[in-house]
């Protein structure tokens, strides 16, 4: 329950943000010009590095009269020669060519204007239950399945959620949704991604089950990075564990 | 398997809080039990405005819980090392003492010089030279310091390597480069999106890691010279876990793209992928022995996530950790005999260390949710993340488990990678 009402809350904020025109990229490349197409079209600012040139040679000391390795078994340093092509440069930092915009994960591309698709939907009529992705009434409005702890086993209760996404789909052929698996903090971010993965597949599944073609659904993972609710408690990562449901462009 | 906790009370000792600072604080735990002590002297300088190589020597061999740094009481390097009385710092309890200087160069450049003396024996162990510009007078002291350490402890210092990691403040993911003293640190992508995972080239000229921007994990490979990165493939589905071949042509990756989670080869120079692992199991966090003869990665094959390792040839794959029920994020040490991974026990995360030989393994920290192991260049101290009253901090740790250092900052550090 709480999460319906959190994906309503996060509906209603991303509708006041509906106007502004969805862009790939989050970040803005002010004041990088001299670095020749470093980040293209992603939401990213890079920038190089480089390693200050160093050249290197054995001189002699003056004080003792020979020289040698205190420590058993080492090689005598061959004048470390670290020459490298670069001189270090000092460029602005990314930090004052960043803007950041609160914008959030899944739900992000779900809140507000709805698509063609989705009026087409709304026109074919399904007696009482509405296909319309703008409709909170709809069961197309809930967009999180949860899992059990080291499970993607899709529970019983998300049936009437599955098959109404899977009669979207169905009905309209161009329409495409992303399913996107989370896991709970705990453990490696590495393999939680992996953990996420099977639950967005186990979902992308069970729409294809129900008669969805495959290259209408994605299965893609968050890992743990995008937690519903954060905290380090049972409570938290119950909720953290989920897949959601999201259609570019909506 | 012969798990040990050990110093855990010896640790619990030396948690004191320093003043939180803009910068990076850093936090020595432990140490070794006989202190090699060492007095630095200050360089003398041709210009006041250069960056003085006895204070990032003396921090440098300080942290490491190796050296017992003398204080030079105001003495300072004499302009000859004829002049330096050995037979006085003896006295004053040094086994070793470092004097150098910086003059001018042609071009702008300047000459770093250093001595370093055995007192005791009265003889010098090494003495060097470095041209570099003004601003590569700090790499150099890292070098003089690896050097330092080398001749003193007959083992390659850990200084002069550069470290990645993801610095997160609020809502922005900074992916940071910095000196293995975590100083100079340098932005190199910043993102509203997460990333993760950063993967040091071989040659250390590049970094494989992933970005969410496309709201989907995607593996980008930046080179560090000019900042130009490119996605290294276009899939349906996750692309994820980058990891260099040790010749730097290959990355091995998890994709999504045919089945659930497997690894793939993906030629650089090409940019085609060959399959690598099968079967219905999760397999990932793929990583190559410096041999180029093994791939490691985590597996649930067995049921709960594992350690394995595949032969590059064969692909034949044979089980590497048994003990417990979650072992990933395998790492290897420089030399391939050791590796570094996460255990979990008792509901805790903790870094291990596992001898390939004999494969005794070996529990080296004490903390809760360690992650993201790697080896320093020199093999023999282990850097990671660890969460420390709820904030990401990096750590390192010896493969001996008896020195360890904390990295914080405000903010969020996690995902560190130490590369040359």
Request: net charge neutral; charged share 20%.
């Amino acid at each position: 329950m709480k999460h319906i009402v959190y994906v309503a809350v996060l509906a209603a904020i991303l509708a006041g943000c509906a106007d502004k025109p969805t862009k790939d990229a989050v970040i803005e490349d002010r004041g990088l010009r001299t670095q020749s197409a470093a980040s293209g079209a992603g939401g990213v600012d890079t920038q190089g590095v480089g390693t200050p040139a160093i050249d290197s040679r054995v001189i002699s000391g003056g004080g003792a009269s020979a020289t040698e390795n205190r420590a058993a078994g080492t090689s005598p340093i061959a004048g470390t020669d670290t020459k490298q092509s670069s001189v270090l440069e000092t460029r602005p930092l990314a930090e004052a060519s960043t803007e950041v915009k609160p914008l959030t994960d899944a739900q992000a591309a779900s809140g507000a204007s709805a698509g063609a698709d989705g009026a087409a939907a709304d026109a074919s009529g399904q007696g009482t239950i509405s296909l319309n992705l703008k409709d909170p009434k709809s069961p197309l409005a809930k967009r999180v399945i949860h899992f059990d702890y080291d499970s993607a086993a899709i529970r019983d209760e998300y049936r009437e959620l599955l098959e109404a996404h899977s009669q979207y789909l169905i009905q309209n052929t161009r329409a495409k949704a992303i399913l996107q698996g989370h896991a709970d903090e705990r453990g490696s971010r590495e393999y939680n991604i992996a953990l996420g993965q099977r639950r967005a597949e186990s979902v992308a599944n069970a729409l294809n089950l129900l008669g969805v073609p495959e290259l209408q659904v994605e299965a893609v993972s968050m890992g743990e990075e995008k937690p519903l609710v954060e905290g380090q408690d049972e409570a938290a990562w119950q909720q953290n564990r989920r897949a959601e449901i999201y259609y570019p462009g909506e | 398997m012969n798990m040990r906790i050990r110093f855990a009370l010896l640790f619990g000792l030396f948690l004191i809080a320093l003043p939180a600072k803009a910068l990076m604080t850093i936090e020595i735990i432990g140490g070794a039990t006989n202190k090699i002590p060492v007095a630095i002297l200050p360089f003398t300088l041709s210009q006041d405005t250069l960056l003085n190589p006895g204070d990032v020597i003396t921090n440098d061999l300080g942290r490491s819980g190796y050296f017992r740094m003398l204080d030079p009481r105001g003495a300072v390097s004499p302009t000859d090392p004829q002049g330096l009385p050995l037979k006085e710092w003896k006295d004053k309890g040094a086994d070793a003492v470092v004097m150098g200087q910086i003059v001018g160069a042609a071009n702008g450049r300047v000459e770093v010089r250093f001595w370093l003396y055995d007192v005791v024996r009265q003889i010098q162990l090494a003495g060097l030279s470095y041209t570099t510009t003004p601003a590569g007078v700090r790499a150099v002291s890292h070098k003089i310091s690896d050097l330092v350490h080398e001749k003193l402890l007959g083992e390659p210092g850990p200084y002069s390597g550069r470290i990645a990691y993801i610095l997160k403040r609020g809502s922005r993911y900074d992916l940071q480069v910095a000196d293995a003293d975590s100083q100079n640190a340098v932005t190199v992508a910043a993102s509203t999106e997460p990333i993760i995972s950063p993967a040091w080239s071989p040659d250390g000229s590049k970094l494989a890691y992933v970005s969410f921007e496309d709201k989907k994990p995607v593996v980008y490979v930046q080179n560090l010279m000019d900042g130009k990165r490119t996605a290294v493939a276009k899939f349906r589905g996750s692309i994820s876990e980058p990891a260099w071949s040790p010749d730097g042509k290959q990355l091995a990756v998890t994709l999504s793209r045919d089945e659930t989670s497997q690894i793939y080869l993906l030629d650089l120079d090409t940019l085609a992928v060959k399959r690598f692992t099968r079967g219905g199991a999760l397999d990932t966090e793929p990583v190559f022995s410096p041999d180029g003869r093994w791939l490691y990665f985590t597996s649930n094959r067995g049921g709960s996530p594992q350690i394995y390792r595949a032969s590059l040839q064969t692909g034949e794959a044979s089980r590497v950790t048994f003990d417990g029920g979650y072992n990933v994020s395998p790492a290897l040490s420089p030399d391939g005999k050791t590796m570094a991974f996460v255990h979990r026990r008792d509901g805790r995360f903790l870094i291990a260390a596992m001898d390939l030989e004999n494969r005794q393994t070996q529990v080296l920290t004490d903390t809760v949710y360690d992650e993201s192991p790697s080896f320093a260049p020199n093999g023999r101290l282990i850097l990671y993340a660890t969460l420390v009253n709820g904030r990401g901090v990096l750590a390192t740790v010896s493969v001996d488990g008896r020195v360890r250092q904390r990295l914080s900052q405000s903010g969020d550090l996690r995902e560190p990678s130490w590369g040359r």
